[in-house]
């Protein structure tokens, strides 16, 4: 189909006016032409830009820019931490699960839904491409769609179509994606990946969060047999198993023989992997991070990441005392979610220090206005380099000495005498 009609972008975000509620789409699929267009503009004030991590700089956000357009993240990513930390843009806590229920039922409702598509096929549709989350509701719910349709964006399976009738405006590009290829591992990542790895059982279902750990573990399961993906992303990592024959999905009961997720973070070769591939399937976030379904996958393995964790088994993922870093993400749809599937293991992971080694990750309490997105009604298994204890069914008492036998050794005789000092009597 022809894309004659294409603008350019700063005809293409001429639709946008005072007021109006604009989603971006984000990770990969960061509309960059777009928003840079929409930052320029010195002719609207008031608009709202929802969205959850964005790729590359954030214009928008800058101080000379006086508010013109207001960020609203529903997860931070590095773009945006400072801004939300300056108080020139704003977040918001919420599940994953729950975010494309603020567009489709109106309690957000928004004017535009600013996407990057790939080109349409013969029948029209583009596709939402590398990440689906929560833009297809912002697709589906938004009175106009305006898009990037990047030649170099995947066409993905799953519930990605959004047909070119469906677009007000696009500009035309044939630009890379944003990649992020997999770091190094560190000593201390490889050693939590192979404890967590051998919590991983022959047919479990992985769920695997963003980051060095997981991927760690990933690098570690080329042993295991009938592995099954449902998750809300994946990277490179992952690519190695499919084609190695460790992911099957053959003894999934949700989706089985496909590989699951919401959007993908790598490199240009994950971007390959999926182009194309029926075996793998983007679906929205609330259906990914939907934990009676997931609950319903066999042996659910649920690997996420944390900041702190204290002696009562609280976990904070999303900021370093006040000041926000991530969000809450689907840590708590796939802990809960992992809790609820037959032989499931939900798993924080993460190393027992911090800042170099000169501070605790496990601590007596967590920093003020940490946020607590795992409850210790909801912790299981906690991983460290020193160890794996499951929390679940314990004391207070019991989790103190359990979490400090897999503290630093440097610091557990502190956390021993503050978890005495705490003790009721």
């Excluded at 051998?198 to 009938?226: F, S, Y």
Aim: charged share 20%; hydrophobic share 40%; aromatic share 6%.
């Amino acid at each position: 189909m022809s894309l004659d009609r294409a603008v350019s972008a700063a005809d293409a975000v001429s639709v946008i006016t005072s007021g109006m509620r604009v989603f971006s789409h984000g990770a990969s699929a960061t509309p960059t032409p777009l928003l840079e267009a929409l930052a320029a503009r010195d002719d609207v004030e008031g608009v709202r830009l929802y969205h959850l991590h964005t790729d590359g700089p954030a214009p928008w956000t800058a101080p000379e820019r006086g508010g013109r357009v207001r960020s609203v993240s529903l997860f931070n990513g590095p773009s945006m931490r400072d801004p939300v930390n300056e108080g020139r843009a704003d977040f918001v806590p919420i599940f994953l699960s729950d975010v494309p229920g603020l567009f489709l039922s109106g309690a957000v409702p928004l004017d535009v839904a600013m996407v990057q598509l790939s080109p349409p096929d013969r029948h029209g549709y583009c596709s939402l491409g590398t990440s689906v989350d929560a833009a297809r509701a912002a697709v589906d719910s938004a009175r106009f769609v305006i898009a990037e349709i990047n030649d170099q964006m995947p066409r993905t399976h799953g519930n990605t179509a959004v047909h070119l009738d469906r677009v007000e405006a696009f500009v035309h590009t044939n630009r890379e994606l944003i990649e992020h290829p997999p770091a190094a591992e560190t000593p201390v990542e490889a050693r939590i990946g192979e404890i967590v790895a051998g919590l991983v059982e022959h047919r479990a279902t992985l769920q695997m969060g963003i980051g060095a750990i997981p991927n760690a573990v990933l690098a570690r399961l080329g042993d295991k047999r009938d592995l099954g993906i449902h998750t809300e992303m994946f990277s490179d990592r992952l690519v190695d198993l499919i084609e190695t024959g460790a992911v099957t999905n053959r003894f999934k009961a949700v989706h089985p023989g496909r590989t699951v997720t919401s959007f993908v973070m790598g490199s240009k070769r994950l971007f390959d992997f999926v182009n194309d591939n029926p075996m793998v399937e983007f679906h929205s976030c609330d259906r990914t991070n939907d934990t009676g379904l997931i609950g319903r996958n066999p042996k659910v393995a649920a690997v996420n990441s944390a900041i702190q964790i204290d002696l009562t088994g609280q976990v904070c993922a999303d900021s370093f005392g006040h000041r926000i870093y991530s969000g809450i993400g689907g840590q708590m749809d796939f802990i809960r979610g992992a809790a609820r599937s037959r032989g499931g293991k939900p798993i924080i992971a993460l190393p027992s220090t911090g800042a170099g080694g000169t501070v605790s990750r496990i601590v007596h309490e967590l920093t003020p206005g940490a946020g607590v997105v795992t409850t210790r009604g909801h912790v299981h298994w906690v991983v460290t380099e020193y160890g794996a204890v499951n929390l679940h069914g314990l004391s207070i008492r019991e989790r103190a000495e359990a979490l400090i036998s897999i503290a630093h050794p440097d610091f557990r005789a502190e956390l021993r005498r503050d978890a005495r000092l705490a003790r009721p009597g």
